[in-house]
């Protein structure tokens, strides 16, 4: 893949699949499961805006779980970032960096490869 690096401050659906598929192969698929869980909370948001403008009676409830769903989705998105910067997979500017988390899959897999 070409892409080597992902602004977190601009992270869209397609930065987190990337991450999902660069992090697939590492033990603690700890990333790629959050980044999931991430993807969906977002495709909640989208499913429930669209509920409002189907069921306008229900609308005090749907922009509740739009506002519930929001902050979810920053606590995700928080919890993301802060795993990254542990990991050491972002740089200075923000950036993940999706070939160190790919490299790191590698040498995880090499070594379970090698414990066979």
């Not at 991450?19 to 909370?41: M, N």
């Not at 779980?65 to 500017?93: I, P």
Request: net charge negative.
């Amino acid at each position: 893949m070409a892409l080597s690096t992902v602004n977190i401050s601009h992270i869209s659906d397609e930065d987190l699949l990337d991450i999902c598929r660069f992090a697939e192969v590492i033990a603690c698929e700890c990333p790629g499961y959050l980044a999931r869980i991430l993807r969906q909370v977002r495709s909640f948001q989208r499913y429930t805006v669209g509920c409002i403008e189907q069921f306008p009676e229900d609308q005090e409830t749907h922009l509740w779980l739009v506002e519930q769903a929001e902050q979810v989705e920053k606590l995700l998105f928080q919890t993301v970032v802060e795993l990254m910067r542990r990991e050491n997979l972002l740089d200075e500017s923000g950036n993940v960096l999706l070939d160190r988390l790919s490299e790191r899959a590698r040498e995880i897999a090499m070594r379970q490869l090698g414990d066979l």
